[in-house]
């Protein structure tokens, strides 16, 4: 091996770039992100006024004691199973980094959240990316057989969207020898989740955040559950203080009074994914399977396609590159569009949009 610079960074880190995910910022209408497109939990709004009011000279909570027991309230937990942090990123970094050392294997499906992988490049683990079986499954097999220090499933997937079915989930949890980050960044939506797992098996972290269904994305602010053995693990490498004060005061608001508008978001939420499915269909194209607050289409020339509604004002994301795991990928030669589910006002004007985009020869 070459010995290493006196300021190089990290082997890896070479492969390592600034998160780029590609969206437009000056789109009016900006369904690349999957944030809660009708807006933020009203309880955290009055909240995060009255925590502003009360100033910020503090240092705030130093691994949000009063947040980890309103969630372990909201479950039924002892706090001791639950670490919080600035939003899920700010658990699975520190989690990954906890129970890898630089040379570990870390597996994952392909394709799936690319931040999973980015944070086991930067802490030297070896990512070990296992294709999604054909339509979008979890190869629990492969994913065994491929023994990672630590395993990390997202349910549901991003970018797909499909949730992994429950034995594939236990056949991880049983055979993986390591730790089992399951991130449920969008099971508000799913109707369904892991938390038993978490529950009762000492391997599996599930991973949540504010970010998406309680529209707190700006603020930061997720969470983890698991056995106390790997929450305190994961406290240690995630430090002291990295959580805001306000933050904490609008998550711990938005936690105890937030549930019925969280739940009326989910049912517009699934009310307009549905419509969007359907006019996605009518345009002859061919959306995976959801349980989130997305539809992945698959669709050659999508960063194109993508471009020509960027200059519309609608902002998507445009994938290239991905592993061919279904028939429409394949024949879309890996290239999809995720389209963040909106109020029907935004999902009529994202259809007509594409519907142009198409009569003008501009794609498909
Ligand atoms: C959006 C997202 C997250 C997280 O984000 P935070 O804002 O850091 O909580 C985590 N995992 C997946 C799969 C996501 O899509």
Request: contains cysteine.
């Amino acid at each position: 091996m070459m010995p290493r610079g006196a300021l190089e960074a990290r082997p890896g880190y070479d492969r390592l770039q600034a998160y780029s995910p590609g969206g437009d910022p000056a789109c009016a209408i900006d369904l690349s992100d999957n944030t809660n497109q009708w807006g933020m939990c009203p309880p955290a709004t009055t909240a995060l006024a009255e925590a502003a009011g009360r100033g910020v000279t503090r240092y705030p909570s130093r691994y949000g004691e009063a947040l980890k027991d309103a969630i372990a309230a909201r479950y039924s937990i002892d706090p001791s199973m639950v670490v919080t942090g600035a939003g899920s990123d700010g658990v699975l970094e520190p989690a990954i980094r906890a129970f890898g050392v630089p040379g570990d294997r870390m597996v994952l499906a392909d394709p799936t959240f690319v931040m999973a992988g980015a944070f086991g490049v930067m802490n030297g683990l070896e990512p070990i990316a296992v294709p999604l079986g054909d339509d979008y499954g979890v190869d629990a097999t492969r994913i065994v057989a491929s023994q990672g220090r630590i395993t990390y499933l997202c349910s549901p997937n991003n970018p797909t969207g499909g949730s992994i079915g429950r034995d594939a989930l236990e056949r991880v949890v049983a055979g993986a020898p390591g730790l089992v980050i399951i991130d449920e960044a969008y099971a508000e939506f799913a109707g369904h989740d892991a938390l038993d797992l978490a529950r009762t098996s000492d391997r599996v972290l599930v991973t949540r955040t504010f970010s998406k269904a309680y529209g707190l994305a700006g603020l930061r602010i997720g969470y983890g559950i698991g056995a106390p053995t790997i929450i305190a693990a994961v406290e240690k490498a995630r430090g002291p203080y990295t959580v805001g004060a306000l933050a904490e005061c609008a998550a711990i608001a938005a936690m105890r009074d937030g549930q019925a508008w969280v739940h009326a978001r989910v049912a517009d939420a699934l009310e307009a994914r549905a419509r969007l499915r359907d006019g996605l269909e009518r345009l002859g194209l061919r959306p995976a399977p959801s349980d989130a607050n997305f539809l992945f289409v698959p669709l050659s020339g999508s960063a194109r396609v993508a471009q020509s509604l960027a200059r519309r004002g609608i902002g998507v994301r445009a994938f290239v590159g991905l592993c061919p795991v279904s028939a429409a990928l394949r024949q879309s030669g890996g290239e999809a569009l995720r389209i963040t589910v909106g109020p029907v006002e935004m999902m009529d004007a994202l259809l007509a949009a594409l519907g142009d985009i198409r009569s003008a020869g501009g794609g498909w």
